[in-house]
């Protein structure tokens, strides 16, 4: 996370978390050590699963988490009821001197992820483990939905690219270069954020737009002398007038190209019927002999066009992308929420904690709580939430989340792994950072694991994830 020149992000947070930290220190709770697990109550998007993003940027937060001179100054500032202080002299000389010393165990980004499904659990000092809430819900909130709704468009491209160019309607600069980054994660081959290329190392991708053919006036002119300045990186923009005319044009511009030994990459179509224009335009550069000349289309498309587009048998070669995945279109926030799961007592001893709700969904789950995913051969075959002090066996008992169906005494023959690992010990990052290539990399391979219904997000498809009975048991005897 790249903060401003000069600046400290230390206060990217809601105030109630710091009301709430200067209480637990008046009252001697600040340094007792509590677990808190973040975790999202409903899979965007209407489908069944997520893609968990964001944790890189998180790390950079925490491992950047300091309260400076100038923070320190603004808090001072701060005036309560009847303009007394907010914040007293001595809780601000505490935050001056904290350094963070949580341990923090997460998801691998990239990972296929359910309801309900802790993707990252801090375990620290409860004043430490508060204050870091709304930041970790900030940034992985935001990717995980971008990374999400861009798995959905690049499955339904198949094995077409698709290129992320969103920038200009992202939510603010930070809202662009956090959506580039997660776009990448979910599938995206490459942006036109080069600020993302830059930082994250995000194949970076561009044509040119409609003002170019228009500076011109004429475009074959305008064509050609884009093929001069970008021999090497030839896309043309041939929707400006009259399309199949702009084919046309680009064909013969492409034409000459091949004769002085260059090539022209592509054309991209961004308006009109896209089927029926990408099914002319391929037999006309076929006919031509440019047939490793790709039409990308664009024009406001998502997962649901995609696929309309391709089932009316659309010659589209490389999808552009821009507004539904950088805004996530279709659904603006994911319900992602951090709570409180169990905290040692005055004489140190873990106390379960869960809230009560009426609505089931919003009721959490009590304990150290790790997910353990079982596989068979090369399906996945079901998620258990557990927790860490009380270990399944191989036979084990629970409910399914979303059903709330029992199933006593089920046994795997398949292999298993625990998906929450460690990151952070003690404060320090002790997880080598990943390149976002291996994130991407993994996310196509854990939603080929998904049976086709999860996958496809089909209506009534059930995540398959499970209850281990004791995490259930302590829940209901903690819900009055």
Request: proline share 3%; glycine share 10%.
């Amino acid at each position: 996370m790249h903060a401003p020149a000069g600046r400290s992000l230390a206060l990217l947070t809601d105030l109630y978390q710091l009301t709430m930290a200067a209480g637990y220190r008046r009252e001697g709770l600040a340094d007792r050590e509590a677990v808190f697990c973040q975790y999202f109550r409903k899979a965007p998007f209407g489908g069944a699963f997520a893609i968990a993003a964001g944790l890189g940027t998180a790390l950079e937060w925490l491992a950047e988490l300091r309260f400076r001179e100038d923070d320190l100054e603004y808090l001072a500032s701060l005036e309560g009821a009847g303009g007394a202080p907010l914040f007293d002299t001595a809780f601000l000389d505490y935050l001056g001197e904290l350094r963070f010393s949580c341990d923090v165990d997460a998801v691998a980004e990239g990972s296929v992820v359910f309801a309900h499904e802790p993707l990252l659990r801090v375990r620290g000092p409860l004043l430490q483990c508060q204050i870091v809430e709304t930041a970790l819900l900030n940034i992985v909130n935001f990717q995980t939905l971008v990374a999400t709704k861009a798995a959905r468009v690049c499955s339904a491209a198949g094995d077409e690219p698709v290129l992320e160019f969103g920038l200009r309607r992202a939510q603010g600069i930070d809202g662009g270069l956090s959506a580039s980054r997660a776009a990448y994660v979910g599938g995206c081959a490459a942006t036109s954020n080069v600020l993302a290329g830059k930082l994250h190392g995000i194949p970076v991708r561009g044509t040119h737009g409609h003002s170019w053919v228009l500076a011109f006036g004429d475009e074959r002119d305008a064509f050609e002398a884009f093929a001069r300045a970008m021999p090497h990186n030839c896309v043309l923009l041939v929707d400006t007038f009259d399309t199949p005319e702009g084919v046309r044009n680009a064909i013969e511009v492409g034409v000459s190209m091949r004769e002085d030994g260059a090539r022209l990459a592509g054309i991209r179509l961004d308006s009109g019927d896209l089927a029926g224009l990408s099914v002319e335009a391929r037999a006309l550069l076929d006919e031509a002999g440019l047939h490793d000349t790709a039409i990308v289309a664009s024009n406001d498309l998502d997962e649901d066009s995609i696929a309309a587009l391709k089932q009316r048998g659309a010659k589209v070669g490389i999808w552009g992308v821009g507004t539904s995945i950088a805004s996530s279109g279709g659904q603006s926030a994911l319900g992602g929420v951090y709570k409180l799961t169990q905290l040692r007592d005055a004489s140190g001893e873990w106390q379960a904690r869960a809230k009560r709700s009426e609505d089931p969904d919003k009721s959490t789950l009590p304990g150290m709580l790790q997910v353990r995913r079982y596989t068979v051969g090369d399906r996945l075959d079901a998620d258990l939430i557990y927790d860490e002090s009380d270990p399944p066996r191989a036979s084990w008992s629970g409910v399914t989340l979303e059903s709330g169906n029992a199933e006593r005494g089920r046994t795997f023959e398949g292999t298993h792994r625990d998906l929450l690992q460690t990151v952070v010990a003690g404060g320090q990052i002790v997880a080598s950072a990943e390149a976002l290539d291996a994130a991407r990399k993994r996310c196509r391979s854990e939603l080929a694991m998904l049976p086709d219904e999860l996958a496809r997000g089909r209506s009534g498809s059930v995540a398959p994830v499970w209850l281990e009975e004791g995490v259930r048991r302590r829940q209901l005897a903690l819900l009055p």
